[in-house]
């Protein structure tokens, strides 16, 4: 995983995708809830989405504990956790359909 990794460092976007695709494996293996209800009822959110009265869901932080993680673990913090789902989903998809070799004309 260490080469996958060193493809993909310092690439945003790779990162983001990277960090997704971990914690997306751990699934079968753990109970993990990635998204959690975010921003307070009095005012806009963490990141100003909302309006009055409204939050907004927001991905939950996540690490895997086993060895090889690090990198994963570091991405997912600083560019998943606690982002609303929409702009990691929209972040994410943006990078796949610059990839050629996922056959980004169908995505």
């Known amino acids: 995983m260490a080469g996958q990794d060193d493809a993909v460092r310092g690439d945003a976007g790779a990162e983001l995708v990277a960090a997704l695709i971990c914690a997306r494996g751990?699934?079968?293996?753990?109970?993990v809830e990635f998204?959690?209800?975010?921003?307070?009822?009095?005012?806009?959110?963490?990141?100003?989405?909302?309006?009055?009265?409204?939050?907004?869901?927001?991905?939950?932080?996540?690490?895997?504990?086993k060895q090889g993680y690090a990198d994963r673990n570091a991405w997912y913090a600083a560019?998943?956790?606690q982002f609303p789902i929409a702009i990691v989903a929209v972040t994410a998809h943006e990078w796949m359909k610059r990839q050629r070799e996922l056959g980004s004309s169908e995505l």
Do not use: C, I, K, M
């Open 26 to 31: 751990a699934v079968p293996h753990e109970l």
């Open 35 to 65: 998204v959690e209800r975010a921003g307070d009822t009095y005012g806009s959110g963490r990141f100003g989405f909302g309006t009055y009265g409204q939050g907004y869901w927001a991905w939950r932080s996540y690490a895997n504990l």
């Open 79 to 81: 560019r998943v956790a």
